[in-house]
């Protein structure tokens, strides 16, 4: 998955001579934490603003004075940062992850050809996996410990082909031990329990949906 | 107790059959009215055939062409491609047959029947063990449901100006029926179902809440697998009674599903008969308090039909007609079916307290079930011409 499919293309920016208040007040009306800072004429990124940067430079509220002169007399020039981590639409989306992650920032201003082209945010990545871990699809989950070889996906595939059965979605992840993988997926029946009858024959574990808390009284 | 209710029957509505290797086995309905009638429950005032429901009743709710879908499909008792693709007819869910569309026209038009049947105030319970088909949609077959009898029913009561309010305790979401009213504010919907985090449909979230005028007029509670009897009856007991208040239907439809019983092979939740006696009589109580009466109460999912759903919907029967049932199964109907039944038969209507070992992790289902039931009523104040929406709207 690229930046590019997940990266927003409209940007709310503010120019190096606004004022902290206009920025503050762009800041709040658009419900957003990070004002990357452009030039008008070419859509050049030269720093980034964030919510706490505009915060450190505002009196307190506790302090009675509505609007303080400060807030009007700063230029965002003045406070914004300068050195920016930037992603280009084509960089893959986990390395754009990694990056937030490691940094701990909240953001990536989207940078083609010098130019700003998009951004991409810690909720874009949450609505990400969102999507990819939260099918909505009607269908029953199952999670299948598989060991780590081949052809382990490939032969509970075939099990869920015969039932002429659709995959609404389909993962593989980590398990505790090395030596495994979890197997995720929905499938697209309200009936599943004669494929993880198969699959349980097959010789692989079905952790959900049973989970193991006890077993039916028969 | 009750004015002449209607149970809703025909053998007819036996050739709604997927084939014997299919979980919606129409031996449900055999052996559940077998069991009625072993009790000398059904009297001939009581009986009410269904009339089929007519392509124009089916078309208030569904797609005309999936319905020409359905109908070409069971013409020829084959599936195309096109109706797996689009229409999921034809998969392992939802098989076609021969005289399909005939047979899920008699389905609805028992519901419908019923329905009518209130309205013209001839009978003020009705019961359609037959019905209960809440995962059909506009355009879509699903989870054994080809049309959705409650959705055609409940739109017929609200074009007759009826304020509808839907109750579903069947174990999977009551999907269908809520998509189908979303937007409704005078069709209120609540289901209670195991979480759809694994269990089919996989929706049915706290967060589904509505849409447009219809926003809080969608109720769901997701429950904990292996959800026992006092949880269950207890976020019942917090929800239901005061969302009720609030809304003020003119009458109650509800799906009455048993694939939540410790049994059922489908679903994992672990109530027993006494939830669903305790549901039964709690909807009766209420169908007198808030709607004049007026009830329409169908079946829906349950797949262990041996152990579970003749008993079930037997003492639902029981409850309508006001009537207290002996502890014992009759003998007649064991009689009848223990050497064919594959697993041995339950001979008291009601399960025993120790049916089986408490759930080990009892205590932390029943405060996860709580705490669920809690958030759901925290926003109801969003219901219309509640005083607190009124001062949020300010």
């Known amino acids: 998955m690229f930046v590019e499919e997940v990266m927003r293309r409209k940007v709310i920016t503010v120019r190096p001579d606004q004022t902290v208040l206009e920025a503050l007040q762009l800041a709040k009306v658009n419900r957003i934490r990070h004002l990357p800072v452009t030039r008008d004429n070419n859509n050049k990124l030269v720093g980034i603003v964030s919510d706490r940067d505009l915060r450190d430079v505002s009196p307190s509220v506790l302090l009675e004075q509505q609007h303080s002169a400060v807030l009007q007399s700063t230029k965002v020039e003045e406070i914004m940062k300068r050195e920016v981590i930037t992603v280009h639409p084509l960089d893959y989306l986990d390395d754009a992850a990694r990056l937030m992650y490691k940094h701990r920032i909240g953001c990536l201003p989207v940078v083609r050809r010098d130019r700003l082209v998009g951004i991409i945010t810690d909720t874009d990545l949450l609505r990400t996996l969102i999507e990819l871990i939260g099918s909505t699809d009607t269908g029953s989950t199952l999670e299948i410990k598989v060991p780590e070889r081949y052809g382990s996906l490939a032969e509970i595939t075939e099990i869920i082909k015969k039932h002429k059965i659709s995959i609404a979605s389909c993962f593989i992840r980590p398990d505790k031990s090395p030596q495994h993988r979890l197997i995720v997926m929905r499938l697209k029946t309200i009936d599943p329990t004669q494929i993880i009858a198969k699959i349980q024959k097959a010789g692989y574990q079905v952790l959900r949906p049973f989970a193991g808390e006890d077993e039916h009284h028969e | ?40 429950l059904l009297a001939p005032e009581n009986l009410l055939e269904p009339q089929a429901a007519g392509e124009q009743d089916i078309l208030l709710v569904h797609d005309r062409h999936y319905v020409e879908a359905v109908k070409r499909a069971g013409e020829k008792g084959e599936a195309s491609e096109e109706d797996v693709q689009y229409y999921e007819l034809g998969t392992e869910d939802n098989p076609v047959f021969v005289n399909m569309h005939a047979a899920a026209l008699l389905l609805v038009g028992g519901t419908l029947t019923g329905a009518k049947q209130i309205l013209s105030g001839k009978a003020d319970h009705v019961l359609n063990v037959a019905g209960g088909l809440h995962h059909a949609q506009r355009a879509k077959a699903s989870g054994f449901c ?10 017929h009561l609200r074009h007759q100006g009826m304020r509808v309010a839907y109750i579903d305790i069947d174990a999977h979401h009551g999907d269908g029926v809520q998509w189908l009213f979303y937007d409704d504010s005078e069709v209120l919907t609540i289901s209670f179902h195991e979480t759809g985090k694994f269990l089919f449909p996989g929706t049915g979230t706290i967060y589904e809440r509505g849409s447009r005028n219809g926003f809080g007029y969608s109720v769901n509670v997701p429950l904990e697998p292996f959800t026992e009897d006092d949880s269950f009856i207890e976020v019942f007991e917090t929800v239901v009674p005061e969302v009720l208040a609030k809304f003020q239907p003119d009458i109650i439809v509800s799906q009455h599903g048993c694939d939540g019983h410790e049994y059922d092979p489908l679903a994992h939740l672990s109530v027993t008969t006494r939830t669903y006696g305790y549901v039964a009589k709690r909807l009766h109580d209420l169908s007198h308090k808030y709607c004049s009466g007026r009830w329409l109460a169908t079946g829906g999912g349950g797949y262990d039909f041996w152990r579970v759903v003749p008993r079930v919907w037997t003492a639902l029967w029981a409850e309508i007609l006001g009537r207290k049932l002996a502890g014992d199964v009759p003998g007649s109907w064991l009689a009848r079916y223990r050497e064919v039944a594959p697993k041995s038969l339950p001979e008291q209507m009601e399960d025993p307290e120790d049916l089986f070992l408490p759930k080990p992790r009892r205590v932390e289902i029943s405060e996860k079930n709580r705490l669920t039931a809690e958030k759901v009523m925290n926003w109801q104040f969003l219901m219309k011409g509640d005083p607190q929406q009124a001062s949020l709207a300010k």
Do not use: C, E, W
């Open chain 2, 1 to 40: 107790m009750s004015d002449n209710p209607k149970f809703i029957y025909s053998p007819d509505l036996l050739i709604y059959n997927f084939g014997p290797q299919h979980p919606f086995n129409p031996l449900r309905l055999k052996l559940t009215i077998d069991m009625i009638n072993d009790f000398k």
């Open chain 2, 146 to 155: 080809i049309y959705n009898d409650l959705a055609v029913a409940i739109t």
